[in-house]
């Protein structure tokens, strides 16, 4: 079963969103808002976790393990 959710945005940002949804390839404004939404609970990653992520990498930075390139092509 379906419910209806109304949002209050402005003008500008309506307008905004219906761009974005089509130049995504999305047939509705409803079936890009409900990717996203799907996007954000698995894709996203907590603020715990990205806080615990860069403290791990400071102290791998510190610990010497970190690898210096010049150039984005030597990362390649």
Do not use: H
């Not at 089509?22 to 990717?35: C, I, P």
């Amino acid at each position: 079963m379906r419910q209806i959710l109304s949002l209050s945005l402005p003008q500008k940002e309506v307008k905004n969103i219906k761009t974005l949804s089509k130049k995504r390839g999305f047939n509705s404004v409803s079936a890009y808002l409900r990717y996203l939404f799907e996007l954000d609970k698995s894709d996203l990653i907590s603020e715990e976790e990205l806080l615990k992520d860069i403290e791990d990498a400071r102290k791998e930075y510190k610990a010497g393990k970190a690898v210096k390139f010049n150039s984005l092509a030597e990362l390649l």
